[in-house]
């Protein structure tokens, strides 16, 4: 099955710089229990990575979700190795200032801190999220990312986010190709006009997809 990444950006709503943070999330809701999503459009296909968006209505509120695969040529183990490289991680995650790993539950789940930097007058963001690695099938790997904001005390002068989930799917295509597809929802409402808002969503998705497939191969 192949899993969809959801970035959720709601109408006649804002700053950007809150909404590329769904970037790092994992699908973790059930799309059959919301109503009738419209189709995928194709936003962005470019070097192999392609983005997509589609309206969805949930809870009674209509949301915007992004979709981002693309292909690599790299092993799964090499991939979740990338997610948890401390040294290298904000040279792809687009806006992260800092990069740690706070705790770790064996190899196969760990507590992460992130701090976004933002430009004046806006305030940093941070976010503690927990990662688990499930293997779903014999070619299929996925990195399940939730948001623990209570799981390291507040920062002074830095936002903390308070909701994020995020997957991560790696799918073994042979030969040593992967299919990625990322995830992504977060229930932040943002505040600029869609037509300003989703070109920055959807252009930063893909500079971090491409970041993320540089360090891998």
């Known amino acids: 099955m192949k899993i969809i990444i959801p970035i959720r950006t709601y109408p006649g709503s804002s700053n950007y710089y809150s909404l590329w943070l769904s970037f790092f999330i994992a699908l973790s809701f059930s799309v059959e229990a919301q109503t009738q999503p419209t189709d995928w459009e194709l936003k962005v296909d470019?070097?192999?990575?392609?983005?997509?968006?589609?309206?969805?209505?949930?809870?009674?509120?209509?949301?915007?979700?992004?979709?981002?695969?693309?292909?690599?040529s790299a092993p799964a183990e090499k991939l979740t190795t990338v997610l948890k490289d401390q040294e290298h991680a904000t040279d792809w995650m687009a806006g992260a200032k800092t990069f740690n790993i706070l705790t770790e539950n064996g190899p196969k789940s760990w507590y992460s801190y992130t701090e976004f930097d933002l430009p004046w007058p806006l305030q940093n963001q941070d976010l503690v999220t927990l990662?688990?690695?499930?293997?779903?099938?014999?070619?299929?790997?996925?990195?399940?990312?939730?948001?623990f904001p209570n799981y390291r005390p507040a920062v002074s002068n830095v936002e903390r986010i308070q909701?994020?989930?995020?997957?991560?799917?790696?799918?073994?295509?042979?030969?040593?190709?992967?299919?990625?597809?990322y995830c992504a929802f977060t229930f932040r409402k943002p505040s600029t006009p869609r037509w300003i808002l989703d070109p920055v969503v959807q252009n930063t998705l893909w500079k971090t997809m491409s970041g993320f497939r540089e360090q891998a191969e």
Do not use: M
């Open 46 to 72: 470019k070097n192999g990575i392609q983005i997509f968006t589609r309206w969805i209505e949930s809870n009674g509120q209509k949301a915007r979700e992004i979709k981002a695969t693309f292909k690599v």
């Open 131 to 147: 990662y688990k690695i499930e293997q779903a099938d014999t070619k299929t790997t996925k990195v399940k990312v939730e948001a």
């Open 163 to 181: 909701h994020f989930e995020a997957c991560w799917t790696f799918v073994d295509l042979g030969n040593g190709t992967t299919e990625v597809t």
